[in-house]
Structures are given as structure tokens and as C-alpha cells.
């Protein structure tokens, strides 16, 4: 029984993967869901189809350096992980982001050269493994909450965090800080099952 649940198991993550395609901005302007503003390619030609939340997304060099990301009007942005990774323009708007899926959640943002004025709340659904969330001391949305929604997943930074809002767990998770500094206006932990690995780290 335990060789045929493992079997499944497998089955269905190789099936996630095989659907997972990575997305690149390339528009320069324009809404995050318009497909005119996505390529499979760093810098290449529109794919005619915006990600979902199986898809890796990044933000590059060529993106556009004074390119402005717009998330107003859906419901919600999805990415399986999110790298911003030479990227120099900004964002804006109040969508909320959802990222992460049953195998990924990983946030990259750059030391320097990106702007925002995003007001939407980043949302965090990955369900298993380590997912590291290397922030580099940017805020990408101030005033409003970066929350993990869903247990299973362990929470690892990768950089110094910096927040002017709410980091919150609504679920059974584990957030290991790794040593570095966190600086938050406000740290909850909704769920009593959610483990918080501190280390050396200062909040």
C-alpha cells in the first residue's frame, strides 16, 4: 500500500512539473495577466499567455528599466516562484500576488534598483519542502501583509528582511530566520502548530 501511495505521489508531482512553463516580462507597461506582456524566453517574443500558478516568473534586465508593472483589475497575479533577479523598473497597484504551488515558493527580489509602490498583499502557497525568500532588505509591498496560507512548508530567508507591515502565518508551517536581521511592523502567527527557528537573528 505504502509503494503504490509513493507511486501516486510521484506521479502527480511529475505531472505538476511537466505543466510548469518558466513565464519572462517583457511589455513595457501594461497589466501583469495581458499575455502581450509575457515571453518563455529572457528578452523573447510574447507567448499569447500570461502564468499561472505552475509557472516560475522572472523579471530581468530585459524587462524594460523603466518598465512599470501594473496589478490592478484581476483578482489576484499567480506564479509558481518569483524572481526579480536585474530587474530596474517598479510596481505598482493593489492586486494580490499568489505564489507557490505543491512544489515551489521561491522569492527572489534584487539588492538594489527596483522600486514599488504595490499595495496588494503577497500571498504565500507552497506545501512542502523549503522555500527560501531572499528579500535583500526591499519591501515590495508596504503597508499591507506577506502571509503563508498553507502547512507543510518550511520558510527559510536567504537575505535581511525588511517590512513595513504584517508577516503572518495563517497555518502550520516553519520559519527559520537563518540568522538574518528581521525588521517587521508586526509578526503573527496565527496557527499554534507554526514553528519559528530564530538562530542568531534579531527582530
Known amino acids: ?66 518598465d512599470t508593472v501594473v496589478t490592478n483589475g484581476a483578482s489576484r497575479c499567480d506564479s509558481r516562484s518569483l524572481n526579480f533577479t536585474g530587474y530596474t523598473g517598479s510596481i505598482s497597484g493593489s492586486t494580490r500576488m499568489r505564489i507557490g504551488d505543491a512544489t ?20 504565500l502557497y507552497s506545501s512542502t519542502g523549503t522555500n ?31 517590512h513595513a507591515g504584517n508577516f503572518a502565518s495563517g497555518a502550520a508551517n516553519t520559519i527559520d530566520t537563518n540568522g538574518y536581521t528581521v525588521t517587521v511592523d508586526g509578526f503573527n502567527m496565527d496557527s499554534g502548530a507554526t514553528t519559528v527557528l530564530l538562530g542568531a537573528s534579531v527582530i
Not at 511529475?14 to 528578452?43: H, K, P
Not at 509591498?141 to 525588511?162: D, K, R
Open 132 to 162: 527560501v525568500l531572499t528579500f535583500n532588505s526591499f519591501d515590495p509591498n508596504p503597508g499591507s501583509s506577506i502571509i503563508m496560507y498553507v502547512a507543510g512548508a518550511t520558510y527559510q530567508l536567504g537575505s535581511a528582511f525588511v
Open 1 to 66: 500500500m505504502k509503494k503504490v501511495l509513493f507511486i501516486f505521489t510521484l506521479l502527480i508531482l511529475l505531472q505538476v512539473q511537466c505543466f510548469a512553463t518558466d513565464r519572462y516580462r517583457v511589455g513595457a507597461g501594461g497589466n501583469n495577466w495581458d499575455a502581450a506582456q509575457w515571453s518563455t524566453t529572457s528578452g523573447g517574443a510574447a507567448s499569447g499567455s500570461e502564468p499561472a500558478l505552475t509557472d516560475p516568473v522572472f523579471f530581468d534586465g530585459n524587462t524594460g528599466a523603466t
Open 104 to 123: 515551489a515558493g521561491n522569492i527572489t527580489f534584487p539588492a538594489s534598483g527596483m522600486t514599488s509602490t504595490w499595495t496588494g498583499n503577497m500571498e
